[in-house]
């Protein structure tokens, strides 16, 4: 089914979650939100714009790879722009608000999801971007979007 090196499959699919039967982009977004709370503990401002570019341009290879390899376009299997789009959410909060309002990761993985599955506000045009960079940029936006959710939250009601 998903015919290309394994190593390539686990960056892709972020640590196999994007391999769920139902719902990968859900399980996707999920673990990174999951693995946000340990990387909260050992983390300086910023953090999570890094993790978010870093993310993103590494991924570009290897989800051009996938898509090249099995010959699909954009394909549920491949996740790891929903971890980059969760960690692009998560930049826009100091550490220590995400740290002191634990449910503000949830939130945060609500308004992600939102986004990458209705893609309102142009989200939807960026998947026209080639290749791998159709694939990450919606993501990133929809990331964008949440974070600026989680900072007026934060801002109003904290």
Known sequence: MHKTDKFTLLVVTFFGSGLAKKAPGTFGSLLAAILSWPLLQVSFSGCFALLAAITFFVAIPFVNKAMKDTQTEDPGWIVIDEAAGIFTA????????????????????????????????????????????????????????????LFLIAHFFL
Not at 92 to 103: G, I
Not at 107 to 112: I, K, V
């Open 90 to 149: 998560f930049a826009f909060l100091p550490p220590e608000a995400l740290t002191a309002n634990p449910w503000m990761i949830a939130l945060g993985f609500g308004f992600f999801r939102f986004f990458d599955i209705l893609k309102p506000l142009g989200i939807h045009q960026l998947e026209k971007l080639p290749r791998a960079w159709g694939v990450m940029a919606d993501d990133i936006l929809g990331g964008i979007y949440s974070g600026i959710c």
